[in-house]
């Protein structure tokens, strides 16, 4: 048995939710913070069958696809008053997935 954690964009995390449902898959959803961003994610704990990993791997990988968007980012200076300073967009790569399995020593459900 593997615990698999994904953390995926909020904007993938239902059609991921569904993905899972449809297959299946019994998952924890959990609402997390991106550090770079400061945009919600999703984090999603399951714990599946070593044969169902690659399953798994799959519809995260299918559902959970990159994409480029432009975010305001105040520009970069030494000048700590930033009077007048004016936001800039900024294209950055958003989406995705980040995944971790881990194996399971032991699994008990109460």
């Known amino acids: 048995m593997k615990l698999v954690l994904a953390i995926v964009q909020d904007k993938d995390s239902n059609r991921l939710a ?3 449902i449809e297959a299946n898959i019994r998952a924890t959803k959990l609402s997390s913070t991106g550090g770079f961003l400061k945009a919600g994610n999703s984090t999603f704990i399951i ?6 990993v690659e399953k798994t791997l799959g ?4 559902t959970c696809q990159s994409r480029k968007q432009y975010v305001s980012t105040p520009p970069m200076t030494l000048n700590v ?3 007048g300073q004016v936001p800039y967009p900024v294209e950055v790569e958003v989406g995705g997935a980040t995944v971790f399995v881990l194996p399971i020593e032991k699994f008990q459900q109460y």
């Open 81 to 83: 008053s930033l009077e």
């Open 47 to 52: 714990g599946v069958e070593d044969e169902r």
């Open 18 to 20: 569904n993905e899972f």
């Open 59 to 62: 519809l995260i990988k299918k």
